[in-house]
């Protein structure tokens, strides 16, 4: 029987098999750009790290770079630290996590 982490990271991970196979450049630059950012030990967004990706480029599907986040959320590379209001016009202000590199947040 699976839990629903199990579950969760399954979907995760079948998520970014799939960004491989179709788009393998957008995985590539999200991972690159959410590694730089944990690396400046800046709190960060989503939308930091969408800004440092290449313009033009998605992903095959939205949930490409929650998975990403996702990922490196529940190998604790990164923790939560706050929430704060996407500047994108198509999340319609919608709450974001403030992230920041797990050594960073370390209390």
Same mark, same amino acid.
């Given at each position: 029987?699976?839990?629903?982490?199990?579950?969760?990271?399954?979907g995760m991970d079948a998520n970014l098999a799939a960004a491989v196979a179709v788009n393998r450049d957008f995985r590539h630059h999200?991972? %690159?750009?959410? +590694?730089?950012?944990? !690396?400046?030990? @800046?709190?960060?967004?989503?939308?930091? #790290?969408?800004? /440092?990706?290449? =313009?033009?480029?998605?992903?095959?599907?939205?949930?490409?770079?929650?998975?990403?986040?996702?990922?490196?959320?529940?190998?604790?590379?990164?923790?939560? %630290?706050?929430? +704060?209001?996407?500047? !994108?016009?198509? @999340?319609?202000?919608?709450?974001?996590? #403030?992230?920041? /590199?797990?050594? =960073?947040?370390?209390?």
């Open positions: 029987m699976s839990t629903g982490t199990d579950l969760h990271r399954q999200a991972e %690159v750009a959410l +590694a730089r950012l944990i !690396r400046s030990g @800046r709190a960060f967004t989503s939308d930091d #790290v969408r800004r /440092g990706i290449p =313009a033009g480029m998605e992903g095959h599907h939205v949930n490409v770079l929650p998975s990403v986040i996702g990922t490196a959320a529940a190998r604790r590379d990164i923790v939560g %630290v706050d929430r +704060a209001v996407s500047g !994108r016009r198509t @999340r319609h202000g919608s709450q974001l996590t #403030v992230w920041t /590199g797990a050594k =960073a947040g370390a209390v």
